[in-house]
């Protein structure tokens, strides 16, 4: 399953979902795109579908591994990965290195877990206000699933994670 970051920062005002579905479309991807977030009707954990939880790995854009499988993601580490394996944006961009993210930092409004903090996600990402608040990960430490809080005012990375495993029919 593929991990891939929208193709510019967002404050917390943001409909993720369509954005992955729009922009993984016009980059050419097949398969259902969803914002790495949690959100008020799903927590971050249960974004991807039951079956392709366990078996299926998590890489970037070109296919390198991020995660063992989805549910590594959520075992209270923090989402632990490889800061040398790039996570790059559908234009196939380094967030890591492209200065179009000036903020290192990506939204996911959950708890180590990938359990929804409604206290700290923007409102449902539904606002930008300044005093409201979002739980983001600073990229450099290495985990996506890091406790921070931050203003939903900021512009951070979103990331979009392939929801299903669909195979190739022409494999």
């Known amino acids: 399953l593929h991990l891939v ?14 954005q992955c579905f729009q922009q993984a479309q016009l980059a ?3 398969s259902t795109y969803r914002a790495f ?34 549910e590594s993601i959520f075992n209270g580490k923090g989402g632990q990965f490889n800061i ?13 290195t492209d200065p179009s993210w000036p903020l290192k930092v990506i939204w996911h409004g959950s708890t180590a877990n990938g359990i929804r903090l409604v206290s700290n996600y923007c409102e449902a990402w539904r606002t930008a206000d ?10 450099n430490t290495g985990k996506l699933l890091d406790q921070k809080v931050y203003g939903c005012s900021n512009q951070f990375i979103i990331l ?3 929801n299903s495993f669909v195979s190739d029919p022409q494999g």
């Open 37 to 70: 977030l949690s959100s008020h009707l799903q927590d971050l954990a249960t974004v991807v579908r039951k079956t392709d939880r366990y078996h299926i790995p998590i890489v970037n854009l070109k296919g390198e591994k991020l995660f063992d499988n989805w």
């Open 84 to 96: 040398h394996v790039p996570i790059y944006s559908f234009d196939g961009r380094n967030v890591m």
């Open 160 to 162: 979009c994670i392939e």
């Open 130 to 139: 300044t005093g409201a608040m979002g739980q983001a990960s600073p990229l």
């Open 28 to 30: 050419g991807l097949k």
């Open 5 to 18: 970051a929208l193709n510019l920062p967002f404050s917390g005002d943001v409909r993720a979902d369509f």
